[in-house]
């Protein structure tokens, strides 16, 4: 067991759902041609002034809300000054001593065990834009698209002890912001990313360690991965007696590994101060209000209700309630079946959450809709079809959207149940197999599943079981 603790602060960049940019009109399309998107104002031409876009502070304003934070009546921006090639102004307007939102908190669950993260700050700023390395034309380009993107920057305490109460922390996060409808959370494409502050402190020490500031972070499995090797690290270090330097260190994704990229600066380093083209923000009582109305049921809410309402396990719950797609899928699918939530459940849980990861769907974009599903449910309850017919099938009536009934009459699926015709097969299967049967006469019941899989074979898997159990029985009785 080490002797050291793990620290993990995050800071959270979350690209905000708006038509257009924080100071700008230019359009927040992703995937347009590069520099497309681009206007004096978001390319920093001299002389030109921003204007805060509205939609930006209401959306930091509810996400400051849902995650209990103290919103601030008066904030105000700040230039950040560094020098890259992707920031046309040489700063990011951004917030620093007066952010928007402060103290709040976030709730997590890690192996049963509850836990309290705080927030130090939720400030709005702009994104910058993008530089392209071309190896094949020896050349690097800049995209300015992205430059003056709204984002909120959601500032984590140091409260974290594991890779795992990291991620747990950012599933949470990512799912509050979708809740809320003001984040795609599309970590692919940057719309959601974290940098993850890293350090080590030996048990029972109150001062914390020096710490690494991971970037490159583009998944849940590749900032585990990335904070889980980043420990192993340090530890190794301060084993060895060397010290770990304060740096800013990238994921390398192919090798699972880190490596600097440089010092990390400290917020000095940034030279903030107020922007002067650019009032204080000035909140009304009555707006944060409005707002505050205006929140839907929030993930933590949505897990506990349909614990209470639908009886599922704490685990289902949180899987259903993870993506907001998927519980208005699952709710949808409960309502119109009227009877049955854990089915409900098994079958959302066990196939359409894998369906969902293996191909990159969203569950409100899959054909398969809930009214669709609950045909599928009804033709296994009348024994139309088996369960494995079912589940065999559901990735394709997930691709084709077809009418489950139609789709298994054209595939020649339906289950067979006349009593004759199976028990023609059993006893077939019977009479070829008469070791197995006097076995099973002898007490080896196990074997029945034997001769379920020859009845299957026969009836190219059609074969209602229920009444092949009941046939195996009778006659080996």
């Given amino acids: 067991m080490s002797r050291y603790e793990t620290v ?51 959306y930091a304003v509810k996400a400051g809300l849902a995650t209990d934070c103290e919103i601030n009546l008066k904030s105000v921006f700040a230039r950040k000054n560094y020098f890259y090639p992707d920031l046309p102004k040489g700063y990011q307007i951004s917030q620093f001593e007066l952010p928007i939102c402060e103290h709040g908190h976030v709730d997590i669950e890690v192996d049963g065990e509850k836990k309290r993260v705080g927030l130090t700050r939720i400030h709005m700023e702009e994104d910058a834009g993008k530089n392209i390395h071309s190896p094949a034309d020896n050349a690097s380009f800049v995209d300015l698209n992205r430059t003056g993107v709204p984002l909120i920057e959601i500032v984590s305490e140091p409260d974290m002890r594991s890779a795992e109460e990291a991620v747990a922390y950012l599933k949470e996060l990512r799912s509050t912001l979708l809740y809320l409808g003001i984040c795609d959370g599309n970590m692919e494409e940057g719309s959601f990313r974290c940098d993850a502050n890293v350090s080590i402190r030996p048990f029972g020490q109150e001062e914390f360690g020096t710490r690494a500031e991971l970037k490159n972070l583009n998944s849940f499995k590749h900032i585990q991965k990335a904070i889980e090797y980043e420990v192993g690290r340090q530890t190794d270090l301060v084993e060895d007696g060397e010290q770990v330097i304060q740096e800013t260190r990238l994921y390398n994704v192919d090798k699972g590994t880190t490596h600097s990229m440089r010092g990390k600066e400290e917020a000095h380093d940034y030279r903030y101060f107020p922007d002067p083209d650019l009032v204080p923000l000035v909140l009304e009582e009555a707006w944060v209000e409005k707002w505050r109305s205006e929140l839907p049921e929030l993930p933590r809410a949505k897990r506990d209700r349909f614990m209470a309402e639908y009886g599922l396990a704490d685990y289902d719950a949180a899987l259903i309630t993870g993506e907001l797609a998927v519980a208005e899928y699952f709710e949808a699918a409960v309502k119109a079946y009227g009877n049955d939530p854990k089915k409900v459940t098994n079958w959302v849980v066990g196939e359409l959450l894998p369906y969902c990861n293996d191909t990159e769907a969203v569950a409100c974009d899959i054909r398969l809709t809930p009214a669709k599903l609950v045909a599928l449910l009804k033709l296994v309850d009348d024994g139309t079809i088996s369960v494995k017919i079912g589940k065999d099938i559901f990735r394709d009536l997930c691709r084709t959207g077809d009418d489950p009934g139609e789709y298994v009459k054209a595939k020649g699926l339906v289950q067979m149940s006349d009593t004759g015709e199976l028990e023609a097969m059993v006893d077939k299967v019977i009479a070829e197999n008469p070791d197995e049967v006097e076995a099973f006469m002898g007490g080896k019941k196990k074997l029945m599943g034997f001769f379920m899989g020859q009845v299957m074979r026969l009836s190219k898997g059609q074969a209602n079981p229920g009444v092949v159990t009941k046939l195996i029985n009778e006659k080996l009785s």
């Fill in 8 to 58: 993990i602060g995050l800071e959270v960049h979350a690209q905000l759902k708006t038509q257009t940019k924080i100071f700008c009109s230019c359009s927040t399309r992703f995937g347009n041609d590069p520099n497309e998107n681009v206007c004096p104002v978001c390319s920093g031409m001299p002389g030109v002034l921003p204007v805060l876009n509205e939609k930006v502070a209401e």
